[in-house]
């Protein structure tokens, strides 16, 4: 795959200009996740289904008609389809909630397309970038449509893995000086092909160009443990709230698996 880099800068280009835009930052989400360019391999569609329920969160939504982070079960279904061994398309459907006040609702979906080097899991050095295209409730953002670029950048140190994520996140309103900055980190301890226990840690630091002051920014630090079957791959995690812009006690559980094989494979 020697057209792979000049192809990925090129992807880049493309969709760069689309995504430079500012996003409102929220108080929840459906997906709690450091990608690790890990991809379905060709031919394979794989289901995971993320899961996270806001054990002590904030008691007021972070936009006027929002929904309340405290007490709310988030999560959505990934459908992915492994295109080559260096592109996966995927569809989020449904994104769903259930919060105080408002009960049982559907938030919207999402279409997603990954591109990561090849067999990434065999090397030292992987990288890869995802795209994400939503259409929202008003419940779930403050305006309809958004957009998320996600840089994958990360070292298998065997037995050590180092990942960061530096997201950004965009509404289609505004320019570049409102570029929303909301990375992700991972440092994992993998024992052997089954398991691994993790810190990660999620942020949002508001706008690129105006980050928000240190007690408005939100900070979260999970301890996570992933267990890899040959029919179902399992992440659960724990997260704290660091700032009083943060939810306290976050859960999360993510189930994957192969629909037409078993395992997962780059």
Do not use: C
């Given at each position: 795959?020697?057209?792979f880099p000049s192809y ?145 950048i990360g070292w298998h ?82 997260g704290f709230g660091l ?24």
């Amino acid at each position: 795959m020697k057209l792979f880099p000049s192809y990925l800068a090129a992807t880049f280009l493309l969709f760069g200009g689309l995504l430079l835009l500012p996003m409102l930052a929220r108080a929840q989400t459906d997906e709690i996740q450091v990608y690790d360019a890990d991809i379905a391999a060709p031919g394979i569609f794989n289901l995971t289904w993320h899961n996270n329920f806001i054990a002590d969160g904030l008691s007021t939504p972070a936009f006027p008609g929002g929904l309340t982070p405290d007490k709310s079960f988030n999560g959505v279904t990934e459908w992915a389809y492994g295109v080559t061994n260096w592109f996966e398309a995927g569809l989020y459907l449904p994104l769903y909630s259930i919060s105080q006040g408002r009960g049982a609702s559907i938030n919207g979906g999402k279409l997603r397309a990954l591109f990561v080097r090849p067999h990434a899991a065999d090397r030292t050095f992987f990288y890869g970038v995802n795209f994400e295209f939503s259409y929202n409730a008003l419940h779930w953002e403050p305006t309809h449509f958004t957009s998320e670029i996600r840089p994958i950048i990360g070292w298998h140190l065997h037995p050590v893995d180092i990942i960061v994520n530096p997201i950004l996140d965009n509404s289609f309103k505004g320019g570049f000086k409102s570029l929303d900055f909301a990375p992700a980190v991972r440092l994992a301890y993998r024992r052997g092909a089954k398991w691994a226990v993790a810190a990660e840690e999620y942020a949002d630091y508001g706008p690129l160009r105006n980050f928000y002051s240190a007690g408005k920014q939100s900070q979260q630090l999970y301890g996570v443990f992933d267990w890899y079957g040959k029919a179902l791959n399992v992440e659960a995690g724990v997260g704290f709230g660091l700032t009083s812009a943060s939810d306290k006690v976050t859960l999360k559980l993510i189930l994957s698996r192969d629909l037409n094989s078993h395992g997962r494979t780059n």
